[in-house]
Structures are given as structure tokens and as C-alpha cells.
């Protein structure tokens, strides 16, 4: 049956659904390495701080601020910290404005800039879905370029190509890309600081944590760029949803005017300038986190069943040779107990804890055995 009200776009989505809905097993046996998070929790001592805090500090009955002033000046520290000490470069408030994870904040920017029929969006597939999802829910067409099949590095001619012909009103980048992993080249830096002004682009640094590149030190140059950051990965608050963007104040105060008025909750507000204030300790897993991700690169390289590509993240991409094989082997692995992505071809594995790491690693090891 189909409810003659609803808008024809539709039809072409599903809801989203998470990944523990199918399996099986039960959830403490599932490792979970299939949505990019941080695997550890908050060390006991900080969670009990929290805890504390909402108990005295946050009034149930009252709204939370609605301006997110203390978190945007905390973000602003954060940012400019990361920054070259080069008071050009270094952002305030105003540069700042706060979403329910980044998804929001993609929302708000198509809102801002696209309408059914009015303005495209631009992405290089394979590539994170969020944007074209988000985008055919709001009946604005989304134009794909491919990428070069041996870096995943965006094939310049065809974006450029796709520039000058289509109105195409945003750009969405990820630096470093999900799922395949790899960071922005210097070529294809160079490339986006030509984009003319009249499109928008969207830097989306999710996994800014972990490879330490920046653009926000050239937002004072570039009017039309909007750096998207979350607190749901290196950060560890996955479950609170809170995300931000980065960009020119006018772009700011557009995006503010969409988003509801408390967008952020008081818990999510609290957790997040928590985080913001330990960020030393936090921060500090960081690296131990990497080291786990280059000996799992390494130990995947010794199947030679098996390509993958180097990453700039904390998970990694690959495909089985041949690459009819890689859903069964995704298919396998979730089976087992290791919830992995498949997804563009190829499988997304997040970086675990060393123990999940090691039942992830010895049940592709086994896997690619009997196939053989
Ligand atoms: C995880 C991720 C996000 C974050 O989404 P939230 O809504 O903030 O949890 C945004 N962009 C990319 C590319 C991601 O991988």
C-alpha cells in the first residue's frame, strides 16, 4: 500500500538500522568493530565524575543552553590549540556551531544550500553514505565521481568535469575518507582550494583524532569551507551525540537558524565539555590505538588472499581475491562474533581492543585457509 501523502523520495530509503539488530549471537559475545568508535569506555574514575556531576548539576526540569555558549568556547580552545600559532588562522565562537552528532549538522547544511530539484551535491564514491542518504530525503540529487581504484585518491578530472557542468552547490570531502581510509593528497588539496566560491565544501574530519591533518588553519582563507568534527570517535561519546562545524560566521548563522533549539542535551553538553577538559588523557590512547592498527595492517598483509589499503583512521579497508569473496567473508566473521562492515565491495574494520583484534585477525586467518 502506498500512503498517497508521502514524498515519492521515499520509497527509494530505509531506515537505519544498527548492527546488533540481526545477529544471532548474544550482544556480549558480538565484537563490535563495524562503526568506527573508540573501543574503550571512559576510565571508571571519569565516568563516576560524570555521574556525579549530572546528579548536582543538571536540573531535570530546565531546558539546556540553547546557545551552547561554554561548549563553543571550549571547542574554540580545542581548535586553536591544533592550529599553526598563527593568529591569522585561529577561530572564535562565532566560527563554531553544534549539531546531534555531524549527521545533523549534514542535514542542516543541505537544508541550507539545496531544495528538491534546486542544486546538487557532490561526492566521490566510494565514500561515507550519510550524504547521499540524507540528500535523496530531501529530494536533492547527488552526483558521484569515481576515485582511482589504487589509492581511493578522487579522480580530479571527473570532479572538476562534474564543476563546470552541473550546479552543484556542495562538496562533501572526508579527510581521511571512510571507509577506505586514506587522508586528502597534497594534489587533491590543491584542487580543492581552486573550487570557486559559489559552492560550498565540506571537510568532514571525523577522524581528525587520528591523523592529526587539519584544513581549519585555512578557513580564514576560504569563505566557502566548513570543517565538520564529532565527539563519537577518539572522543568516546558515541552515545551522546554531539558533533560540530567549523566555517565563515555567515555560513554559522544560517546553519544556527535550522537547527532546533535544543539540539544538544544537558547530559550531551555536560559529557562533551568533560571530555573537552581530560582531553590529555583521553587523547593520550590515541597513539597505543594506532600502534594495534598498523600490527593488524601488518598481519592482514601476510594473506595473500587478501588486498588492502594503507589507512590514516583507526579502521581499515579490504577486499578478498578474488573480490566475489569478501561479502562471504564479512558474512563469516559477523557470524562468528566479529561484526565487520561490508560495504562499497570491500570490508571496514574498525580497530579494537588488542583481544578483539586478535579473534578478528585469527578467524580471517582461518577463513582464508580453508578457502585455498
Ligand atoms: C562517524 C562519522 C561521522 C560522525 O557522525 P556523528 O553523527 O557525529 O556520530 C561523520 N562523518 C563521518 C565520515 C563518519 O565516519
Known amino acids: 500500500m502506498t500512503l498517497a501523502f508521502l514524498r515519492p523520495e521515499l520509497n527509494q530509503l530505509q531506515a537505519y538500522s544498527s548492527h546488533t539488530a540481526s545477529n544471532p549471537l548474544p ?8 562503526t568506527n568508535e573508540f573501543p574503550l569506555d571512559f576510565p571508571p574514575e571519569l565516568k563516576q565524575k560524570f555521574v556525579d556531576y549530572l546528579f548536582n548539576a543538571i536540573p531535570a526540569n530546565r531546558y539546556p543552553d540553547g546557545s551552547h555558549e561554554s561548549l563553543k568556547q571550549a571547542i574554540t580552545s580545542y581548535v586553536n590549540e591544533t592550529l599553526a600559532q598563527d593568529s591569522q588562522a585561529l577561530i572564535t565562537p562565532d566560527n563554531i556551531t553544534l549539531g546531534c552528532g555531524s549527521d545533523e549538522l549534514i542535514r542542516s547544511i543541505l537544508l541550507a544550500t539545496c531544495g528538491p530539484g534546486q542544486g546538487k ?5 566510494p565514500t561515507f553514505s550519510m550524504y547521499g542518504i540524507l540528500a535523496t530525503g530531501l529530494g536533492v540529487e547527488t552526483v558521484k565521481i569515481p576515485r582511482h581504484l589504487d589509492t581511493f585518491a578522487i579522480n580530479i578530472n571527473a570532479a572538476q568535469q562534474a564543476l ?5 552547490n556542495v562538496v562533501f570531502l572526508v579527510h581521511p575518507n571512510s571507509p577506505t581510509g586514506n587522508a586528502l593528497t597534497p594534489a587533491e588539496l590543491a584542487w580543492v582550494r581552486t573550487i570557486p566560491e559559489q559552492t560550498l565544501v565540506v571537510i568532514d574530519e571525523a577522524y581528525f583524532e587520528f591523523n592529526g591533518e587539519t584544513l581549519a588553519g585555512e578557513l580564514s582563507a576560504h569563505r566557502n569551507w566548513l570543517i565538520l568534527r564529532t565527539f563519537s570517535k577518539a ?7 554531539v558533533g560540530y562545524g567549523i566555517g565563515h560566521p555567515q555560513l554559522i548563522e544560517a546553519l544556527e537558524k535550522l537547527r532546533l533549539p535544543y539540539n544538544i542535551t544537558a547530559p550531551s553538553l555536560a559529557a562533551a565539555q568533560l571530555v573537552l577538559a581530560e ?6 590512547e590515541v597513539p597505543g590505538l594506532l600502534a594495534q592498527r598498523d600490527q593488524v595492517f601488518t598481519a592482514l598483509g601476510q594473506h595473500s588472499q587478501l588486498t588492502l589499503w594503507a589507512s590514516n583512521a583507526n579502521f581499515i579497508f579490504f577486499q578478498t581475491k578474488p573480490t566475489e569473496l569478501t561479502q562471504d567473508l564479512a558474512q563469516h566473521l559477523r557470524q562468528a562474533g566479529s561484526l565487520v562492515r561490508y560495504t562499497c565491495g570491500g570490508i571496514r574494520l574498525t580497530i579494537g581492543t588488542s583481544a578483539e583484534n586478535q579473534r578478528v585477525l585469527s578467524r580471517i586467518g582461518a577463513w582464508c585457509q580453508q578457502c585455498v
Do not use: S
Not at 563546470?164 to 552543484?168: N, R, V
Not at 572522543?235 to 551525540?241: D, I, Y
Not at 582531553?279 to 593520550?284: F, Q
Open 27 to 34: 550482544p556480549e559475545e558480538l565484537d563490535i568493530l563495524d
Open 235 to 241: 572522543f568516546r561519546l558515541a552515545a551522546f551525540r
Open 279 to 284: 582531553r590529555e588523557t583521553l587523547l593520550g
Open 164 to 168: 563546470e557542468t552541473q550546479p552543484i
Open 121 to 125: 551535491i557532490l561526492v566521490a564514491d
